[in-house]
């Protein structure tokens, strides 16, 4: 325990952390958005495409200047989605290969620019390729400043513009109708994820970064049903992320910051697609197989009525290995089921017939029932 | 400048309008005048431009020529009297929000920036959503409501906006036949109160007993007007070719095949 305290302490612990949380908030809140727009690769596209303005930046400014590499990682990322805007817009291409293009071509260039840099050998540029998965352990307190004036602006604007990009989000032609600018407001969000992008950078790299947009806003989506908690969940669950996943590279010396944060957040999402009430792949699991269940006592139960309204005698005793034969599949279950419901009776069989002794008989609860089920469906047919 | 009116008298005027995606004209050369007080249907077959008509109306899609106008004034004058009701298929359903949120959204025009919806946004959002018997639904998630539920809250949405001019994209595809009723009953009290309606409709059946003023449409203007002088088995047929059953001489519809 005293470890612990001691590594909240430390300075850089102390700045991986904050930084960590301020890459969390941003992202959680900003990648709602995203995901709901359906743009979730436009992020993967964006900080792709932050590598090249990484180098030039670095180019630029010859010396390994935060401010300017920063600058220039937005410039590309939000380049990259405009040339797939224009990609799409003007050609058949559809977005899934627009984005494709965009991010691969932007890429490239940003490696082949890393490697020209890494040859001039220049002493400055250690560690410029850090920036393909990051390195939080090099996060000064200068750079977490930064962070959070950059998050601190993005949220302000999401505060401040709430309804609209929520109505953007939700409906843009209605948003239109209503005169709301709504070029511009999809061009507002979409420079905003670019600034998440450029935040994450130094934390996690231009390659995990898309991970850090999508996955807390899909965890959060699991659990909310209004955009307001979605987003305040997404946020909890991107700080929360971003934090455990600092303090457990801090812990475990060696370990790199950026993939444990990405591998926390992906742990929420997982837990989230399987277990959250309702949405959770589970709870759809089990009511389909109740569905499934439940369309099977109905059958078996209709089954029993066709069967005594053939041969005209409500009480009609039908042998287990007809209705076997019948379903294809063992009915046992199922009889017994219904039996429990009070919906048949496993009765005596008529002294004189040969075959078994005990037989299923309909009850009137159960007549009833099927009729219920039969007039339902034919009402739903018609 | 200043806007001068042009064609006052007229709920929408639409004059000289063209309309490209690409280089085929989606819509030509349309003139379109509808009076106040009428509920108006547009229909024509697929890829007709019906709902690019309304589109274009609302300055959703570019033009190439003509100009619109509502009570004698463009669209950007007259947006506080004009409601939409966009096609259900348009959105996501699976949006994170509730019945109430989404006809509240209908109010974000008159709120204007920087304002947040209060108390007396959601009491006329609850107010819209009794209105199309919705009330019970107003905290569901939208996306477990079923299609014709939907399409009440869309109505919903519109009805908030308190307008004069309705435009109103297919709200009766797809929709069950209480909820068609509902939703017609609706926009017959809302034409009674003096309001105008513009409905994109695809059932050619209910023409008759719904509108009271028709635009079909091809393209080009095939035919607009009363509905009783101009839904004729001529106007139909140069509306869609052969491909749909044509009206025979009592006026109902029959599967005649095309060109007996």
Known sequence: ?382 | MTLSLHEPDLALHVEDLTVSYQSKPVLWDIDFDVPPGVMAGIVGPNGAGKSTLIKSVLGLVPVVAGHVRLFGLPYKARRRRVGYVPQRSSVDWDFPTTALDVVTMGLYGRLGWLKRPGRRERDEAMAALEQVGMADFARRQISQLSGGQQQRVFLARALVQQADVYFLDEPMAGVDATTERAIVDILRRLRDDGKTLIVVHHDLQTVRSYFDWLLILNVRVIAQGPVHEIYTADNLKRAYGGQIALLDETGFLSNQASGS
């Open chain 1, 1 to 382: 325990m005293t470890g612990f305290l001691a590594l909240l302490q430390d300075y850089t612990i102390q700045n991986v952390v904050a930084g960590a949380a301020l890459l969390g908030l941003i992202s959680g809140v900003l990648g709602s958005f995203a995901v709901l727009r359906q743009q979730s690769l436009l992020g993967d596209t964006m900080s792709h495409s932050a590598l090249p303005g990484v180098c030039l930046g670095f180019i630029i400014a010859g010396t390994r200047h935060m401010g300017s590499i920063l600058l220039g990682a937005l410039a590309t990322g939000a380049l990259a989605a405009l040339v797939m805007l224009l990609l799409t817009r003007m050609s058949r291409l559809k977005t899934d290969a627009g984005l494709g293009i965009a991010l691969s071509v932007f890429f490239a260039l940003g490696v082949v620019l890393l490697t020209h840099i890494q040859g001039m050998n220049n002493a400055a540029q250690g560690g410029l390729d850090a920036f393909l998965f990051g390195q939080a352990a090099a996060t000064l307190r200068s750079d977490v400043w930064i962070m959070g004036a950059i998050t601190a602006a993005a949220l302000t604007l999401v505060a401040a513009l709430w309804k609209e990009f929520k109505l953007v989000t939700f409906d843009p032609e209605f948003a239109a109708s209503l005169g709301m600018p709504v070029v511009w407001l999809e061009v507002l969000l979409t420079v905003m994820i670019a600034l998440a992008v450029v935040v994450g950078l130094q934390m996690v790299g231009v390659v995990l970064m898309a991970a850090m947009v999508i996955a807390p806003a899909v965890a959060a989506r699991q659990w909310s049903h209004r955009l307001e908690d979605m987003v305040w969940l997404a946020a909890a669950i991107g700080v929360a992320g971003g934090v455990f996943g600092a303090l457990l590279s801090a812990l475990s010396r060696g370990l790199a910051t950026g993939p444990l944060i990405i591998l926390s957040v992906s742990a929420v999402v997982l837990v989230s697609i399987t277990l959250a009430p309702g949405r959770g792949l589970i709870w759809a699991a089990l009511r389909l197989w109740r569905g499934r269940r439940r369309l099977r006592d109905q059958q078996v139960l209709t089954t029993l009525y066709r069967l005594a309204a053939h041969h005209e005698d409500p009480v009609y005793r039908s042998e287990q290995g007809m209705l076997d034969t019948y379903h294809g599949l063992g009915t046992r279950a199922a009889l017994r089921k219904l039996e429990r419901r009070g919906l048949v009776e496993w009765g005596e069989a008529p002294p004189a017939e040969p075959g078994p002794e005990r037989r299923w008989v309909l009850t009137p609860a159960g007549i009833a029932e099927a009729e219920r089920i039969l007039a339902s469906l034919n009402g739903e047919e018609a």
